[in-house]
């Protein structure tokens, strides 16, 4: 039996028999910029930085700590983040690693 049937059967129990609430499926806005600038998007005009690679490492990290094994990468357009010559595919190589499913 593959590890991530045993674990989302051991999420099941845990959060239908014992009521721990934990997540499963987290989404992560790894930028707000975009380039497409739709007129009623909240996101790509919010000015507040971006984290670099070893934050965002960083941050799958804690999200997989606490239970996340789907992880959705949301934006702003997720293909435009980069610090220096990392880019969103050196993200998802290590995402591949510790998530089940990322999209
Ligand atoms: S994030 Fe989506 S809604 Fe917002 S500007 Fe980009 S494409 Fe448009």
Redesign the pocket.
């Known amino acids: 039996m593959s590890f991530w049937v045993f674990y989302f059967f051991k999420y099941f129990i845990k959060s239908r028999f014992l009521n721990l609430k934990e997540p499963i499926l987290g989404g992560f806005k790894i930028t707000h910029r ?1 380039n ?3 007129y ?2 909240p ?2 005009e919010r000015d507040e930085g971006e984290l670099g690679y070893n934050q965002v490492i960083d941050m799958l990290n804690k999200m997989h700590n606490i239970g996340v094994r789907i992880l959705i990468f949301e ?3 997720p293909f435009i983040w980069k610090e220096g010559d990392k880019t969103l595919i050196d993200v998802i190589n290590y995402a591949k690693r510790k998530f089940f499913s990322f999209q």
Request: hydrophobic letters at 25%; one cysteine or more.
């Open positions: 975009c497409l600038k739709c009623h998007c996101f790509w934006g702003g357009e």
